[in-house]
């Protein structure tokens, strides 16, 4: 009796570490800015984002918004290179678009780079507020 125990427990860590392993998916995830008051939801592999209140544009790898505000960049694709991905990206409006790479760059730390194309504006106080090209994002898991 001792030793199906003692097997069942053993299977069980066994199994809660091999689950640990197949959820280990760093673009999948809710990251953010604080400074300024930005944050991207994330699930590149599955494109099952939805982004509220703009469910017309469908599932989607991504977005980044702003706190507070309804205007967003749309990830349209991506394509993931080991710890670093290819962003496509497009305004809510649809009147600019640009190209980044979101890099990990530790288990809580990515930062999205702005390649090529338009420059990441989101609204501030009635005006535009330019992001700079290389942010910082934390990841909250």
């Not at 099952?48 to 749309?74: A, D």
Request: proline letters at 4%; hydrophobic letters at 35%; aromatic letters at 12%.
């Amino acid at each position: 009796m001792k030793k199906l125990f003692l097997f069942s427990i053993v299977l069980h860590i066994s199994l809660l570490s091999v689950s640990a392993q197949k959820n280990d998916r760093p673009f999948r995830a809710y990251l953010y800015n604080n400074e300024y008051e930005v944050f991207m939801r994330l699930d590149l592999y599955g494109e099952s984002i939805t982004v509220p209140g703009q469910e017309l544009y469908g599932e989607l790898p991504g977005y980044l918004s702003k706190k507070r505000n309804s205007f967003c960049w749309l990830i349209t694709s991506s394509k993931i290179d080991g710890d670093k991905a290819e962003l496509q990206m497009i305004n809510d409006y649809g009147s600019e678009d640009l190209t980044a790479t979101l890099t990990v760059e530790n288990d809580s730390l990515y930062v999205l780079k702005q390649v090529e194309g338009s420059t990441l504006k989101v609204p501030k106080d009635g005006k535009w507020q330019k992001l700079p090209s290389k942010l910082v994002f934390k990841c909250r898991h």
